[in-house]
Structure formats: structure tokens, C-alpha cells
């Protein structure tokens, strides 16, 4: 059986919130394997690397600052189809907009600090995932 992965990041709305457990909680019962997991906090320049892809658009220095405030939980989810299906689970950007049930339904309180970052192609996913661990950091 042939398994993805991809990439989330609970971002420090939802760790300072106390919504990491409950976050966790709906990743597991989703039916994703949890390869890795820390708590650490992103640098200035990590969040600027991290989001480079995102440097030229008018949010960049917002969104940098907001991802260094304070501590992140990085993981890598493994589950059949896990890109798509963890995009749906954490729900639209804007919680506003969200399905009711979805992650940041339940947890962001806005477009910029909506509570977990999930990838959005397998590529990324890769990519994201390595940023944030090395290969003896996944089981």
C-alpha cells in the first residue's frame, strides 16, 4: 500500500490558545499517522525562508512576524490521498468561510492567524517537511 504524506505547522495562535492537544486530537481521529512532531519557534529569518514563496506579496512582512511570535508544532502526517485530505480537514483560509468541523472553523479567529498551515501539493509537502525535520527525525 502506497502511502503521502504532507506538512502542518500549528501556528502560535492555536499554541498560545491551548488548542494544540485539540488540533492533535482531530489529526489522529482524521486517520493520519503522525511521522514527527517538535514544538520549537521559528526565527525571523526561518519564517522568511519558509515563506519565501510568499516574499513579493503585500502580507509577507505581517505573516513573517506573526509565524516568529511565538512557538509553532511542526509535524509530518502520513495517510493515503493526505494533501487533499488534510486541506479539507483544516478547512478555507478565512475561518469565515470555513466548513463547519474544520480546523480553523473550530480554532482560527481570522485570515492571518488561522491556527495551522497545511500544505498544498505534494511537492510542497516535501519540501516543508524537510525544512522542518531531518530524516532521522521521521517513524
Do not use: C, W
Request: cysteine-free; aromatic content about 8%; overall charge negative.
Amino acid at each position: 500500500m502506497t502511502t503521502n504524506r504532507t506538512f502542518t505547522m500549528i501556528k502560535p495562535d492555536a499554541v498560545k490558545n491551548g488548542h494544540t492537544g485539540a488540533i492533535l486530537e482531530k489529526i489522529t481521529a482524521a486517520g493520519f499517522r503522525i511521522v514527527a512532531l517538535k514544538k520549537t519557534q521559528l526565527s525571523i529569518l526561518d519564517a522568511e525562508a519558509f515563506y519565501s514563496v510568499h516574499n513579493e506579496r503585500p502580507f509577507f512582512g505581517e505573516l513573517v512576524s506573526f509565524m516568529s511570535s511565538g512557538p509553532i508544532v511542526a509535524a509530518i502526517l502520513e495517510k493515503d490521498n493526505a494533501v487533499d485530505d488534510f486541506r479539507t480537514l483544516i478547512g478555507a483560509t478565512n475561518p469565515a468561510d470555513a466548513a463547519e468541523g474544520t480546523i480553523r472553523k473550530l480554532y482560527a479567529t481570522s485570515i492571518g492567524e488561522n491556527a495551522v498551515h497545511g500544505s498544498d501539493s505534494n511537492e510542497n509537502a516535501a519540501i516543508e517537511g524537510a525544512f522542518h525535520f531531518a530524516g532521522r527525525e521521521l517513524f
